[in-house]
């Protein structure tokens, strides 16, 4: 089939003016906050030298996710998703400020940075879910699983693109400027929206009876999430993937300064590598309009990132890391596509905004906990072992997963 045909879908979903708006502040958004991801741990390590307080400032931004994403995400199933994504991104903006203009006034102390980027952090789950469930509104619903493919492409390219900008800024003029460029992506992000003309109202529709309170709500979520044949077992392999394998990228900075003893240069080859790597692998997805076959996409990425992942700490040498991180980001790319575009199409449209609470849960809040451990052993042992051990773990979970796979795909590709 002609590249041309294969990409038309795309261009049918892009050629709604609203989702066309969300999808270019989106995109520009997300690359900025892994941006000012990567900048902080780059700052840290700068500041401290410690693959700890890396992992510390990791933490201190994507583990509020674990206690206030299951709020955010009953909270989105009952108030107007639009206003609601407006608000949380305006707060945004004003943290990443408060955080650029303390870098180059030279105030930003490794506690005041702990303190705004748990503050984003906080934010940033009640916004994810409520970024996630918009885009339903933006489109007709025959589009809407090609507009979720984008939107899961956008979101899984951006956390590699974004590294491998911050990268550069980092090289050329400092963390400062890294900080500056994503309160820039904010900016952008509220001028897309104030164009928004949503298909569908982005309100919740009228009920006839009562709500049950938030908590009941919240525990529906869960319950719905955990007893779906498909759902609730990919979402564990979301957990697996999150905790014991993508902490290698919060940890990259650590890695350039201790392992590959490359400073800002060797972050910059690192994340631009993982950059290419994703948007590659973002190309062949764009190709794709069915589900059929990525639930198994899933799978085989995700062990190939617990491979090269083990690779990556097996050795030293710059170059050879640049390539294993070339080729895992094109795999982590298939993985978290693989798997958001498959809860997305498969979860009912009243427990939307609670599931994809807890896929922020998961999707920040593992990679927080996990660099918070490994960065805190490495202090003993090193990068390599707690890495190395964590990947490992993972390639366990996913021979014991084998079995469930032939149910869980029936499930969410309707087979």
Do not use: C
Not at 8 to 20: D, E, G, K, N, V
Not at 124 to 141: E, T, Y
Not at 202 to 219: G, Q
Not at 305 to 329: E, K, R, S
Request: charged share 10%; proline share 5%.
């Amino acid at each position: 089939m002609p590249l041309f045909d294969r990409l038309r879908p795309l261009a049918r979903a892009l050629s709604h003016p609203s989702y066309r708006h969300y999808a270019i502040g989106n995109g520009v958004s997300v690359v900025g906050t892994w941006i000012q991801r990567i900048a902080a741990g780059w700052y840290t390590w700068e500041v401290t030298h410690s693959a700890a307080w890396v992992g510390v400032i990791a933490f201190m931004e994507l583990a509020p996710s674990t206690v206030f994403g299951p709020i955010g995400g009953a909270l989105v199933d009952r108030r107007d998703r639009l206003a609601m994504v407006k608000a949380t991104q305006g707060l945004s903006m004003v943290t990443s400020g408060l955080m650029t203009v303390a870098a180059f006034t030279g105030t930003l102390t490794i506690w005041l940075l702990a303190g705004l980027i748990f503050i984003h952090g906080v934010i940033q789950a009640f916004a994810q879910p409520a970024r996630l469930s918009l885009i339903s509104h933006l489109v007709p619903k025959q589009d809407l699983p090609v507009a979720v493919a984008i939107n899961s492409i956008t979101f899984n390219t951006a956390r590699f693109i974004g590294p491998t900008i911050a990268g550069f800024i980092i090289v050329a003029g400092g963390s400062p400027w890294a900080f500056l460029a994503n309160a820039a992506t904010y900016a952008v992000l509220q001028a897309m929206l104030a164009m928004i003309r949503p298909v569908t109202s982005t309100a919740p529709p009228v009920r006839d009876t009562p709500r049950s309170s938030l908590l009941v709500e919240m525990m529906e979520g869960w319950r719905y999430a955990a007893s779906h044949p498909g759902i609730g077992p990919m979402l564990g392999l979301m957990i697996v993937a999150s905790i014991l394998t993508r902490p290698v990228v919060e940890l990259l900075p650590a890695f350039a300064g201790q392992v590959f003893d490359g400073g800002a240069t060797g972050l910059a080859r690192l994340a631009a590598a993982m950059g290419i790597g994703a948007i590659l692998g973002g190309v062949f997805l764009a190709q794709r309009e069915r589900l059929s076959g990525l639930t198994w996409l899933n799978y085989w990425s995700g062990i190939a990132v617990a491979l090269l992942v083990i690779l990556f700490t097996a050795t030293d040498d710059l170059y050879l890391g640049i390539a294993i991180m070339g080729i895992g980001g094109g795999a982590m790319v298939f993985n978290g596509t693989a798997g958001q575009t498959l809860v997305q199409a498969a979860v009912a449209a009243p427990m939307r905004g609670r599931v994809l609470g807890l896929y922020g849960i998961i999707f920040r809040g593992g990679p927080a906990l996990g660099a918070l451990v490994m960065g805190f052993l490495s202090e003993w042992w090193g990068l390599h072992w707690p890495v190395a051990g964590g990947a490992v773990l993972a390639l366990l979970y996913y021979a014991w997963f084998w079995r469930r796979l032939p149910a869980m795909t029936r499930s969410l590709e309707g087979g």
